[in-house]
C-alpha cells in the first residue's frame, strides 16, 4: 500500500540501526550505512559522500530504500504484507523477497512480482500471508547456517527481526 511506505521505512531504519556507519566482522554485506551494504550495492552515491567525511542525508537513504519497495510491488500488496516483503528485502534482497512471497501463496517461485504473483497474494487473507512469509522467512535464515555454519553467529538477530517484523505487520492488517 502506497500508505505504509514511509511508515515502512521508519520501521527498517530502526531495523538496521538508524543512520549509523558499521562494519561488523563476518558480515558478508561488509560496511554498512543506515543498513545500506557496500559489497552488493557499490554503486550507491552515499559511498562517494562517506569517503569523502561526510554523512549522506535522509532523502538519499530514502531514495535507495523507496527503490527496493518498487522493486518487490509493495504498492500493490496488502497493509503489513507490504511492510513484511520490504523489510525482507532488504534484509536479503529484493529477489529472494519475490521468491518467499511466491511459495507463501503457491506459485513458481522466479524472483520477479507479476500478475500471477499479485492475483495469488489477493487471494489470500493478509494475516495468513504474513504467517506463511514468515515460515519462508525462518526456513531461509536456517538454511544460510545449515550452508555457512560460521554464519550461526547472527542467527538469533536474524529470528528476531523475523518476529519483530511479523508483529509490525500484524498490527498494520
Not at 519497495?69 to 509493495?74: L, T
Not at 511466491?102 to 506459485?107: C, D, F, H, L, M
Amino acid at each position: 500500500m502506497k500508505e505504509n511506505w514511509e511508515k515502512s521505512f521508519d520501521e527498517v531504519m530502526r531495523s538496521e540501526g538508524g543512520f549509523v556507519l558499521t562494519d561488523i566482522s563476518g558480515d558478508l554485506g561488509g560496511q554498512t550505512y543506515a543498513g545500506i551494504a557496500r559489497k552488493p550495492n557499490p554503486g550507491w552515491v552515499g559511498w562517494k559522500l562517506i569517503d569523502d567525511g561526510v554523512m549522506p542525508n535522509k532523502t538519499m537513504v530514502m531514495d535507495f530504500y523507496k527503490t527496493i519497495w518498487n522493486s518487490v510491488k509493495c504498492d500493490d500488496l496488502p497493509a503489513g504484507v507490504d511492510y513484511l516483503v520490504y523489510d525482507f528485502a532488504v534484509n536479503a534482497g529484493p529477489g529472494q523477497s519475490a521468491k518467499l512471497l511466491q511459495r507463501a501463496v503457491g506459485v513458481p517461485a522466479d524472483g520477479g512480482i507479476g500478475p500471477i504473483t499479485l492475483a495469488a497474494v489477493q487471494s489470500k487473507d493478509a494475516k495468513e500471508l504474513i504467517d506463511l512469509f514468515t515460515e519462508q522467512k525462518k526456513a531461509f535464515y536456517n538454511l544460510i547456517v545449515q550452508n555457512r555454519p560460521e554464519q550461526v553467529k547472527f542467527l538469533k538477530g536474524w529470528m528476531n527481526r523475523v518476529n519483530h517484523s511479523k508483529e509490525i505487520a500484524s498490527h498494520m492488517v
